[in-house]
């Protein structure tokens, strides 16, 4: 998938903030739930710097896409919580604190090895690609 692609190789905040509030706020369920995944992508391949300015939205974001109405978006949400656990485990923590019983047991259930891909992931960094068109107001 493009988005997929560009996710991959761009680090750009204002699209983690975009697939936030999209994620969080929007109306449609399946943009939400896209929007959620999308911000999987993000935490499992983008750099500690291209996230830490919004990392109290992508908390906050994680808790709400875990009450979502719709479960792909919950779905995406356990994804994005195995994203950052590894990379920052106290926020992990605190995101498993807050949560209530049911979610939190189905959180442990859905982990398989996600947690494994996302080290992973974080550890092979995907090498910075410049692109053109609208997309290059995120260069660094």
Request: charged share 30%; glycine share 2%.
């Amino acid at each position: 998938e493009c988005v997929r692609d560009v996710l991959h190789n761009t680090q750009c905040p204002k699209l983690l903030r975009s697939a936030i509030e999209i994620g969080t706020a929007d109306r449609d369920a399946r943009l939400r739930a896209k929007a959620m995944e999308y911000l999987a992508v993000m935490l499992q391949r983008w750099s500690d710097p291209a996230i830490e300015k919004s990392i109290q939205a992508v908390d906050d974001a994680i808790r709400k896409g875990m009450k979502d109405a719709n479960s792909e978006a919950r779905a995406a949400a356990r994804r994005c919580y195995w994203a950052i656990s590894p990379r920052w485990p106290d926020r992990a923590q605190r995101i498993l604190a807050s949560i209530d019983p049911s979610t939190h047991r189905l959180l442990l259930q859905k982990n398989t090895s996600f947690v494994a891909n996302a080290q992973y992931l974080h550890k092979s960094k995907a090498s910075e690609h410049t692109l053109t068109g609208k997309l290059t107001i995120c260069q660094r």
